[in-house]
Structure formats: structure tokens, C-alpha cells
């Protein structure tokens, strides 16, 4: 099984190990159709660096718990301390402003003034780093408009602000008034219907005989 080795993410890698490494990479460079044993033997190797990769992990973060341990128990533990901070600072740890401080206090230790030294250069190639990270701009993604294709045009939806807006309402229209038919004049030679004042005249008072009226 390979090993972690060094302190930038190396491994170490046994005999049998590096001949079915050299068969993958010899597979990957000219493509050809391979045995099933010389599958088999690449996916075992697969399987035992990520295993590798996870046991590094582990032991970088057991490094780190235990480094805390010391930094919590100076100055008393400064020998020990700066021995594993040294360490750390190996195996890729950026060194946290706890580990500043605490090499601040122990000034006066020569180790400890050279590893201050050293975890202020690293804490300074750090922020550079990212601030140079940041300072790049994302990649602008470019989508191409579709083609052939009309856009759909918007319409207004019953409510909002629209319907809550009075002059947006429309006003009621005026009803047309009825108009009243004209007579329609009678056709030459035809006798106009008689009104019904001439087919009923009105009735008259009665004159009195003229013996009333001389008496009168």
C-alpha cells in the first residue's frame, strides 16, 4: 500500500506497485485494449492511494491537534512546541495568529525568534495569495441568444399595480339613446290614415231654444 512521504503530499510506493503504475500510465498515454488481471491490479492501486490520501490526512490533523495541546500549555511546554510547530509548518500548516502570539511571548528563546521569522513569511506569502486570488475576476460566461426564435411579448396580468391604479381603469362609455322613428309619409295617391280627432269630432254644448234665452 502506498505511503505518505514528505511534507508536500508525496507518496511512497512499493515495487509491485510502481510496475502496474508504469502499465496505467502506459495504457493512458497509447490506449489499448488491457487483460482483466491488469484491471484489477489498477483498481486495487486506486483504491490504496486514496486510502493513503485519507491516513494523511488524519495524521496532518492529528499534528495539528496536538500542536494545540502545546500551545495551550506554554511556556512551560516551549520546547516541545516549537519542535512540533516546526513540524506543521513542514507538512504544509499555515501558521494561525495563535501560533504568532505565542512565539511573540517566547521572544527570548532563540528557536522560537527564527521560527517567527519564518511563520511571518509564510503568513504574508498567504494573504498575498489571496488577495491575488481575489483580484481575479470570474470568467465570464457567454450564453449565444437562440435563433429562429421570436421572443414572446409580455402581457399584463388581471391585479397589481395596475388594477389597484384608478387612472389605469377604463372609463364606462355613454350608451347610445334610442332614436325615435319618423313618420313615414304616405305615397302619392294614397289618402293618409285620418286622425282619430277627425273620425270622432268633439261634441258640442247643447244651444238652449230662444225662449229660454229671451226669458233669460
Given amino acids: 500500500m502506498p505511503t505518505p512521504y514528505g511534507s508536500h503530499g508525496g507518496m511512497a510506493f512499493g515495487a509491485d506497485e510502481l510496475r502496474v503504475l508504469r ?8 490506449p489499448a485494449p488491457l487483460a482483466d488481471e491488469d484491471v484489477r491490479d489498477c483498481l ?10 485519507r491516513e494523511a490526512g488524519r495524521l496532518r490533523d492529528f499534528l495539528v491537534a496536538d500542536l494545540a495541546r502545546y ?18 509548518l513542514a507538512a504544509g500548516h499555515e501558521p494561525l495568529t495563535d501560533d504568532l502570539a505565542a512565539l511573540r511571548a517566547l521572544r527570548g528563546h532563540p528557536v522560537a525568534a527564527a521560527v517567527l521569522r519564518r511563520c511571518l513569511a509564510l503568513a504574508e506569502q498567504s494573504v498575498r495569495a489571496r488577495l491575488a486570488r481575489a483580484a481575479v475576476p470570474p470568467p ?4 449565444p441568444a437562440p435563433t429562429g ?9 388581471p391585479g397589481g399595480r395596475a388594477a389597484e ?6 372609463q364606462p362609455q355613454p350608451q347610445p339613446q334610442p332614436q325615435q322613428p319618423k313618420p313615414t309619409p304616405p305615397a302619392p295617391g294614397e289618402r293618409p290614415v285620418p286622425k282619430p280627432s277627425e273620425v270622432f269630432p268633439p ?14
Fill in 23 to 30: 502499465r496505467a500510465l502506459a495504457a493512458a498515454l497509447h
Fill in 44 to 53: 486495487r492501486l486506486a483504491d490504496s492511494v486514496d486510502e493513503a490520501v
Fill in 71 to 88: 500551545r495551550a500549555a506554554l511556556p512551560g511546554s516551549a520546547s516541545g512546541y516549537l519542535e512540533l510547530l516546526q513540524e506543521a
Fill in 140 to 143: 465570464a460566461v457567454h450564453v
Fill in 149 to 157: 426564435v421570436r421572443r414572446a411579448r409580455l402581457m399584463a396580468l
Fill in 165 to 170: 391604479d384608478p387612472k389605469s381603469k377604463p
Fill in 203 to 216: 261634441r258640442r254644448k247643447p244651444v238652449p231654444p230662444p225662449e229660454q234665452r229671451a226669458a233669460g
